[in-house]
């Protein structure tokens, strides 16, 4: 049975999604990985480019809130904030979490430049969500 994890941002466009799709690619066996925002929004186009660039397709994913998915009652053994710590503070606490946990990584809406020098920035926030990724993956797993 694959543990359930949720990864929440602020509006759900780009890290988290990002965050979700890294993760039920790399190491989908284990974990299933879903996503959710404090105030959900667009996807973000730089994160669809930047995605689209390692072979998964984000276009067509929905943002959702954070709070529709715990009036739902869905349950999760993890919940990840991949925003910055006064952001996740809004996050609703899920009954049944075994772990809550709070990874900081720039927000790609708050890029600026041309479309080029912002999908550069969200390319290396990519990188940096897929690296924790793997590292999150095989210390969890090797935790049992």
């Not at 543990?3 to 988290?16: G, K, M, Q, T």
């Not at 480019?49 to 809130?65: C, K, L, V, W």
């Not at 996740?88 to 600026?112: H, L, M, N, T, Y």
Request: proline fraction near 3%; glycine fraction near 6%.
């Amino acid at each position: 049975m694959r543990r359930r994890v949720l990864f929440v941002c602020v509006h759900n466009s780009a890290r988290s999604q990002m965050a979700q799709a890294l993760m039920n690619h790399i190491c989908g066996e284990s974990f299933e990985a879903e996503s959710a925002g404090i105030e959900p929004g667009d996807l973000n186009p730089s994160a669809i480019a930047a995605m689209a660039e390692r072979g998964i397709d984000i276009a067509g994913a929905r943002t959702r809130s954070v709070f529709d998915v715990y009036k739902a009652g869905e349950l999760f053994e993890f919940v990840i904030t991949v925003c910055d710590r006064e952001a996740a503070e809004r996050c609703p606490i899920f009954p049944g979490v075994v772990k809550r946990e709070q990874w900081s990584f720039e927000d790609p809406a708050s890029f600026v430049g041309s479309e080029k020098e912002r999908l550069a920035c969200t390319r290396a926030v990519r990188e940096e969500i897929e690296a924790k990724v793997r590292e999150w993956c095989g210390s969890i797993a090797a935790s049992g």
